[in-house]
């Protein structure tokens, strides 16, 4: 079953509104969650790594005061995409870290995605 | 500088054939390498992940290898079904400070005609 969920899983909005995403893990906690952003035909690349009762770390080139992140609690991590723009269309994923047991190892359980079209 | 490349880009292949496709990477300190398969509008789910001590891994259909002294990798897909057309991503794990950082690969398209 799914591990982690997201919501919403598609959204349009007008430039210049405010979207916010929420990335859920499912009966376990994740101190850790990974914001991802993946362009048509791309692959996934790395915004920002909320962790949980503090402040994100995100990536160069990537505005932090329009891609607000709040890791309030253990199993929620949100995105709010502030003021979109067209150009911020685009598929945006979670994912977390879980612990394989017996092997040392972290399990990254993604999300299924949210797809955001801004007109 | 920490690279992962596949290839090939894309792929289309006849329901019931098999194929291969490759990962190369230059990442270092090398963690682990992990394959996930990611269908059209869904996130990327796990198929295998192998350490630097391990040069095989299969699951179900899928067969991963790795080769550490040559930083390749490759993942062979047998018998393949239409529900296998989807993005394969090679995603090499670093150690980055306290933890490990993913770095992907771009994907190849597979796409499987009937």
């Known amino acids: 079953g799914a591990v982690v969920s997201q919501h919403p899983s598609w959204v349009i909005c007008k430039s210049g509104t405010s979207v916010k995403i929420e990335c859920r893990s499912l009966?376990?906690?994740?101190?850790?969650m990974f914001w991802y952003r993946q362009f048509p035909k791309q692959s996934l690349m790395l915004m920002a790594t909320?962790?949980?009762?503090?402040?994100?770390?995100?990536e160069q080139g990537v505005e932090k005061d329009k891609f607000l992140i709040n890791h309030a609690s253990l199993t929620l991590s949100t995105l709010t995409v502030t003021s979109a723009h067209p150009e911020d269309s685009s598929f945006y994923i979670c994912?977390?870290?879980?612990?394989?047991?017996?092997?040392?190892?972290?399990?990254?359980?993604f999300g299924p995605g949210t797809r955001l079209t801004v007109t | 500088k920490n690279q992962v490349e596949q290839s090939p880009q894309s792929l289309i292949i006849l329901e019931g054939k098999n194929c291969t496709l490759q990962?190369?990477?230059?990442?270092?300190?090398?963690?682990?390498l992990r394959w996930y398969k990611q269908d059209t509008g869904r996130g990327p789910v796990s198929l295998t992940i192998?350490?630097?001590?391990?040069n095989t891994k299969s699951n179900g259909r899928y067969t991963a290898t790795l080769d550490a002294d040559t930083k390749q990798s490759s993942l062979h897909i047998t018998a393949s079904q239409l529900s296998d057309s989807a993005s394969y991503i090679c995603?090499?794990?670093?150690?980055?400070?306290?933890?490990?950082?993913?770095?992907f690969g771009a994907g190849t398209r597979l796409a499987v005609h009937p």
């Open positions: 192998m350490t630097f001590s391990e």
């Open positions: 995603v090499v794990s670093a150690r980055s400070g306290g933890y490990n950082k993913l770095i």
């Open positions: 994912s977390t870290p879980r612990t394989m047991s017996g092997r040392g190892l972290n399990e990254q359980y």
């Open positions: 009966d376990f906690q994740a101190t850790t």
């Open positions: 909320s962790n949980e009762g503090s402040k994100a770390t995100y």
């Open positions: 990962c190369n990477y230059t990442v270092s300190p090398f963690s682990n």
